[in-house]
């Protein structure tokens, strides 16, 4: 009886396992829409090359860091070699150029946190936001895609856990809750403090790659293919890191004292980074440090109120996955506000 039933729970996982899979596959872009991509892109640098030669476009954020969903807008970085420019000039004469090639809905959004020009392609539908000299971001963008070509359970679970936060609304930054830039790094944190390891550190190897940004020394082992063997030690599939997951962030993590830090591949203290109260609108309730520009926690936006929102929200989905009968389905419920 006791190898019927453990028959019957080997099973059950793999059915979970499977139908985690079948989620993930269904929200990998198709070939198409990569090639759309490009086509905009391309038209951009057209049009960019005419007014600045010298400038050049590169792709951020979910379209080139690999954990980009479907359907998703792309992020566009037009970097300009000088650093003296007016960010809001460059991006009125942009827009300026934009619009005369019938771009659609182009709007300059020259006051916001990181000013942008938006925009929407009518010939491949999809919609662009253009920033200006952001290239800290295009090195955590190609930091984030170099760990997802270690082990393709990383991708897995990312597109599983912002799959999750978009159904049950806590990827909205404005509304305290956490970007998708927040999620991927927990989940490489999780992965690095898996036993055995999933993925190594790569900011802690020998640099193969390195550039100076905004005075800021970015430098990585980025020979990613020779490392693909490195979490083979490690059988865990993805519902059980799925489980992992949530359980370390509603059960494991100690919020009062402890920042997650991916460059250094473990946990650091709050009192190190001197993280330890409020100052101006910066909270630390739930500190993620960046991987590059270390000053920036990416939990600031988090307050009072958000923080029991993400950590009932991370409580419900580890006992989802503990006891629910079905629980791929429960676990990408919509959540519905209550007015009572
Ligand atoms: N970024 C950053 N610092 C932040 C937030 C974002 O440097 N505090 C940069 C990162 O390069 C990130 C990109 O901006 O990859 C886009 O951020 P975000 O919209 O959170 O992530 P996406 O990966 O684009 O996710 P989504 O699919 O939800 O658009
Ligand atoms: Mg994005």
Known sequence: ????????????????????????????????????????????????????????????????????????????????????????????????????DNLQNVQPLTRARVPIV????????????????????????????????????????????????????????YQGTLSSYAYVLMCIHFLQQRKPAILPCLQGMRATYSVTVDDKKCAFFDQVENLRDFGSRNRETIAQLVWGFFNYWAYGHDYTSSVISVRTGSVISKLEKDWTRRVGNDRHLICIEDPFETSHDLGRVVDKFSIKVLREEFERAADVMHYALNPCVKLFEPYVPSFD
Request: glycine fraction near 4%; charge should be neutral; include cysteine.
């Open 1 to 100: 009886r006791n190898l019927k039933w453990q028959m019957e729970c080997r099973s059950d996982i793999n059915r979970l396992n499977a139908h985690f899979l079948s989620i993930y596959e269904s929200l990998i872009p198709p070939e198409e829409e990569k090639a759309k991509q490009k086509q905009l892109l391309t038209l951009l640098e057209k049009l960019v090359c005419k007014e600045w030669p010298e400038a050049r476009l590169f792709l951020y954020g979910s379209c080139a860091n690999s954990f980009g969903v479907s359907k998703s807008d792309i992020d566009v970085c037009l970097a300009i070699g000088d650093a003296d420019i007016n960010k809001s000039e460059v991006l009125l004469k942009l827009a300026d150029i934009l619009q005369s």
């Open 118 to 173: 938006k925009l929407m392609d009518p010939v491949t539908g999809i919609s662009c936001d253009i920033c200006i000299n952001n290239l800290l971001a295009v090195v955590n963008t190609k930091l984030l895609r170099d760990y997802a070509g270690i082990d393709v359970r990383l991708r897995q679970l990312a597109f599983i856990v912002k799959h999750w936060a978009k159904s049950r609304g806590v990827n909205e930054t």
